[in-house]
């Protein structure tokens, strides 16, 4: 993040008096002269400049008034982009953000944004399953500082991550199809978790406690080592569970560390996650003492060039283990052996990126091979493999790999920002040889305060491991499946002025081949398919102010009121569907946040879900009628105080105690109340 301070107030332009000492060079990017408005939310404002690209700064008398302004580079694009530039829906939560909401998870976080839908089985991230605009949860892509983390067996593992909020800089949504920045499976979107970069000598310590036996604890600690700049966290909770098999509990560890010279910098990370929990009701409310054990390390190692020509390369490694037992408890005579999958997905990418005189040209190519061992998902092993550290054997593997090559170029022409790029991918296992994706995007800036921007884009999303093979009791896999793909048109207006941010876009999305557990009838058993089309179209408004700093202190530092309109068409198929078909059709968040006296802070925010599709009710061990999702109201609010370097805070979630369900027979926690403190020391 870039800040830019001391700026100046004339009759019609703010101009700078200093730089702060931060690199500036990101405003050269913009081929623009910079025109910066008084904001109340932290927003540039940018207009087309001259061939000669100077900044003006003008002499004046006036007044001066010091801004605090921040823009920031998202990577919404191959090349590094400012969020003012981006022709799409991108929503950013930003660090102050995250420390004021009132939740504890990245899934509880992420509730609060209108174009995304999360369902969980479980309370505080044991299990959460994450779709945008509509999409499955196997559609949404998951980033961690930009490297693919998904799971190819299910998405149901994709968000065990190995870090906690606090050390999460900021999150990027990026909604609607994104093969050409991202690469294949960011089908309905992708989700960048940015963590913080360490750059002090410094240590903080949190901990925290609340309903149903709740505790958790967090140390992080920052320090130097010469040029290299490390980061080590270290985390732990647990909980009794709100009802009856649902205690759980997680611990991780986090490393990071960074070092830059003059001829660019290197980045490590590494983490490593281990949770287990009661899944009760999880995958069938018929046996309920379900239970789970996921562990994943995660690694990559990558380096940034300067110099006209900026070259990326990243080397990265996932390992996720998942052991599923569907008795914790007393099993049957007829149950022999638990569920054991072992994922290992690995790869190499290079990004890299050129300014010159018509724009900023990117290509970049990545290598991944995803691999399976399992005693249910894959093809019959020749001789069986031990499982580590269990009396079982894995009898299955499968092997896949994915090559995909990316080239973009952005334009920028008087009051027009033009995008185009395409990726062109290959599967080891697919038929169909070559594939591209190309994808198009245009923003035009009516004036200081509008932006009309447009895009087309594609994308495909390759069937899990999960859809492949799996078969059980009421499933059986299709090992036939191909790749779904999709395109989209979005369009819409931003409006950035001093009062208030606004952003209204209208979309549509087509999808060929989708994938989909369905059944013809109750007889049935589920059995995913790709289905000819599924088309699915919306809108999603946005409005944000921070009237306090416009209109005084009397008023909310921060409102932001957001809604989401989504519906699905399936053409003229006859099915039964399990996950396509339960979406979100209205979504409505807002959030307020103020400061009642000085250093004591209260957020408040609610949010509104109304669902489509049906599930069959389970009562009394016997399966019952097909009953609608009902719509329902959430309300959650914190309560923080802070002192000198020590923070306190109270939560609660779900305050007037709702009841409801994200996935059919599965009841989600009532009032949950939460309290903790927490202990900066910075020794720089």
């Known amino acids: 993040m870039k800040n830019y301070k001391n700026v100046t107030k004339t009759n019609d332009t703010i101009v700078f008096s200093r730089w702060s000492r931060k690199n500036y060079a990101v405003f050269q990017t913009l081929k623009r002269v910079v025109l910066i408005s008084v904001l109340g939310v932290n927003y540039l404002y940018a207009v087309p400049v001259p061939k000669n690209n100077e900044i003006i700064i003008s002499d004046t008398t006036s007044t001066e ?32 953000e995250i420390a004021a909401a009132p939740v504890r998870t990245v899934q509880g976080l992420l509730e609060n944004v ?12 044991v299990q959460a399953d994450i779709s945008i605009r509509g999409g499955t949860f196997d559609q949404t892509l998951i980033l961690l500082n930009g490297v693919n983390i998904s799971d190819p067996q299910t998405g149901h593992h994709n968000l065990n991550i190995p870090v906690s909020l606090n050390q999460i800089e900021r999150i990027e949504i990026l909604e609607g199809p994104a093969a050409r920045v991202y690469g294949p499976n960011a089908f309905a979107g992708a989700i960048n978790i940015i963590t913080k970069q360490p750059g002090s ?47 759980f509990y997680g611990q991780g560890v986090f490393y990071s560390n960074n070092y830059e010279d003059s001829s660019g910098r290197f980045a490590l990370q590494t983490g490593y996650t281990d949770k287990g929990f009661g899944a009760n009701s999880f995958y069938t409310p018929k046996y309920p003492n379900q239970y789970e054990q996921v562990k994943a390390l995660f690694t990559s190692v990558q380096w940034e060039s300067k110099g006209k020509l900026h070259l990326r390369p990243v080397i990265y490694w996932r390992r996720h283990q998942d052991r599923f037992e569907l008795f914790r408890e007393n099993p049957p005579t007829w149950y022999t052996t638990h569920n054991y999958h072992l994922t290992n997905s690995y790869g190499v990418q290079l990004n890299s990126w050129i300014g010159w005189k018509l724009g900023k040209s990117a290509f970049g ?11 249910v998902l894959g093809e019959p092993l020749d001789e069986p493999v031990s499982v580590a550290g269990e009396k079982a054997f894995f009898t299955k593997s499968k092997s896949r790999n994915i090559i995909s090559g990316f080239a973009e170029h952005v334009f920028y022409a008087n009051k027009w920002i033009l995008s185009a790029g395409v990726m062109g991918n290959h599967i080891s296992d697919g038929e169909n040889g070559l594939n591209l994706f190309p994808g198009f995007e ?48 979005e369009g819409g207006i931003k409006l950035n002025s001093p009062i208030a941010r606004v952003n209204l876009v209208l979309y549509y999305r087509k999808g060929k081949d989708v994938i989909d557990w369905v059944k013809t009838n109750e007889q049935d058993k589920w059995q995913p398919q790709n289905l000819t089309k599924l ?23 921060n409102i932001s009121i957001s809604y989401m309109f989504n519906t699905i068409e399936k053409g003229d198929l006859s099915f039964i569907s399990y996950y396509v078909l339960d979406y979100l059709s209205h979504k409505l968040s807002f959030s ?17 879900q109304k669902r489509e599709g049906t599930y069959t009710k389970f009562i009394d061990n016997h399966w019952g009628e097909e009953v609608n999702y009902k719509p329902f109201w959430i309300f959650d609010t914190k309560l923080t105080y802070t002192i000198k370097t020590c923070q306190v805070f109270i939560s609660a979630n779900n305050i007037f105690n709702c009841g409801y369900v994200d996935y059919g027979n599965i009841p989600q926690p009532g009032r949950v109340i939460k309290a903790g403190i927490s202990v900066n020391a910075n020794f720089d």
């Open 65 to 96: 008034k010091e801004y605090q302004l921040e823009e920031i580079e998202v990577s919404a694009q191959r090349a590094p982009a400012l969020f003012s530039e981006i022709a799409r829906i991108v929503t950013v939560i930003n660090s102050k």
């Open 114 to 125: 209108s174009g995304v839908d999360i369902r969980q089985r479980g309370s505080e991230g």
């Open 201 to 247: 000598n410094s240590l903080n310590a949190n901990v925290s406690g609340g309903s149903f036996r709740y505790f958790e604890t967090e140390v992080t600690g920052d320090f130097k080592t010469g040029k290299l700049n490390n980061s080590v966290s270290m985390n732990w909770k647990g909980s009794d569970g709100y009802i009856q098999n649902t205690d």
């Open 365 to 375: 190519f990545e290598y991944r091979s995803e691999n399976i061992f399992s005693n």
């Open 442 to 489: 245009a923003g035009y800036q009516m004036n200081r305060i509008a932006r009309l921007f447009a895009s087309f884009n594609t994308s495909l999303r390759m069937p899990t491991f999960t859809d492949l093979y799996y078969s059980g009791p009421t499933n059986i896999g299709n090992p036939d499946l191909k790749p779904e793909l999709t395109a989209a048109l």
């Open 535 to 557: 088309s699915n179209y919306g809108t999603e408004i946005l409005l944000q102010s921070n009237l306090e700093q416009v209109f005084g202190n009397s008023l909310p530092e």
């Open 592 to 608: 307020v946040k103020k400061e009642i006296i000085e250093n004591f802070n209260i957020n408040f925010q609610g949010v509104y």
